[in-house]
């Protein structure tokens, strides 16, 4: 029983680019949120989707947006890149209505993104 | 906006002692979640407390939900050196519905 995947593990970026960062969810679940960890922090929300929808905002700016398929798999874009998006990227997958904050997040390994 | 507050920051101990970290919320919480993450590693799910005054035990890990449901805090018995890691607490969001978590415990354990 697969966990929750995300590619690419490490990524390095320079200031202005674009990136896209992709999970897989847990397999049964519908759900997935997503988190940016800074060093030193606790997890913050960006968004969450569900049924191909985004359901739930964090206070991120317009430059993150994401993207759910039909085989529950989700995408996280960032737009012109700044120094401070710097962080590991998490994806969480839970199940359910997508209501979210009732559901244990089971969380992916992550995906490091570091802008020079 | 909407706070959850972790003590300590930081707390080492040695190998067979005991560790509680407390967390609190600026909002009463319909449930309360704690997280563990390894160093270099991600958050992995530990408990989830919905009742007021809840308490449930993992060997030996003791979770506790506050009477108000505002606090909540793990305690760890004789801690071992697989105990290491950052423990977060989250809660829901006020209107974006969101989980929110704390900033963590970092545990570090001395053999």
């Known amino acids: 029983d697969a966990g929750v995947t995300q590619s690419p593990t490490h990524l390095i970026k320079t200031r202005g680019q674009q990136v896209t960062l992709r999970c897989s969810p847990k397999?049964?679940?519908?759900?997935v949120s997503w988190y940016q960890q800074a060093l030193g922090q606790g997890p913050q929300f960006i968004f969450q989707?569900?049924?191909?929808?985004?359901?739930q905002r964090g206070n991120f700016p317009d430059r993150f947006s994401g993207h759910q398929f039909p085989n529950y798999s989700s995408e996280l874009n960032v737009n012109a890149l700044l120094l401070g998006d710097s962080a590991l990227y998490l994806c969480?997958?839970?199940?359910?209505?997508?209501?979210?904050?009732?559901?244990?997040?089971?969380f992916g390994d992550g995906t490091r993104l570091s802008i020079l | 906006g909407q706070q959850v507050m972790q003590i300590p920051q930081y707390q080492h101990v040695q190998e067979g002692e005991d560790f509680t970290t407390y967390c609190n919320s600026s909002?009463?919480?319909?449930?309360i979640q704690w997280y563990k993450q390894r160093p270099g590693g991600h958050p992995v799910f530990l408990i989830q407390?919905?009742?007021?005054?809840e308490v449930k035990k993992q060997k030996r890990l003791t979770f506790q939900f506050g009477e108000a449901k505002k606090n909540s805090s793990l305690h760890i018995t004789a801690t071992q050196t697989t105990d290491v890691g950052t423990y977060f607490c989250?809660?829901?969001?006020?209107?974006?519905?969101?989980?929110?978590f704390g900033k963590g415990t970092k545990l570090s354990v001395k053999p």
């Open positions: 969480a997958s839970s199940v359910g209505t997508g209501t979210g904050p009732d559901q244990p997040q089971h």
């Open positions: 989707y569900y049924e191909e929808e985004e359901r």
């Open positions: 407390l919905v009742k007021s005054g």
């Open positions: 909002t009463t919480l319909s449930n």
């Open positions: 989250a809660g829901p969001g006020g209107s974006q519905g969101n989980l929110i």
């Open positions: 397999s049964g679940h519908d759900t």
